[in-house]
């Protein structure tokens, strides 16, 4: 719900669906469809004792191939990244708590979604 509110901020109409491969529906303004696959993290961890930077971790494990966009949602900021799912190539994606910003959102929103 929070990545389909953030979304409806950006002037774009969302319709939550209940599918395998999609979670959301969207129609931009300009009247382009797009199917939409939500990933969430509720806060960065650190993935094992070498590594001194806590990342989101995003599982994708029957993503690859997916045509449509995945939605990257970090819960705890209330900030997301969204990417073609074309890009999606291994089980798993991990993000630096630097990635979510507001530039970041704004523009990964308006490339993806053509806006």
Known sequence: MLAA??????GVYTTHVDLPEDDLWVK????KFFKVQ???S???ILHSSHHTLPKYSFALHSMKGYTGIVMYVAIDVKMMI???GTTVKTKTV???PS???QQSQDRSIREVFEL
């Open 94 to 96: 991990k993000l630096k």
């Open 82 to 84: 969204a990417r073609l």
């Open 28 to 31: 931009t303004p300009h009247d």
């Open 99 to 101: 990635d979510f910003t």
């Open 42 to 44: 509720s806060r960065p």
């Open 38 to 40: 939500v990933k969430s």
């Open 5 to 10: 509110s953030i979304l409806e901020g950006y």
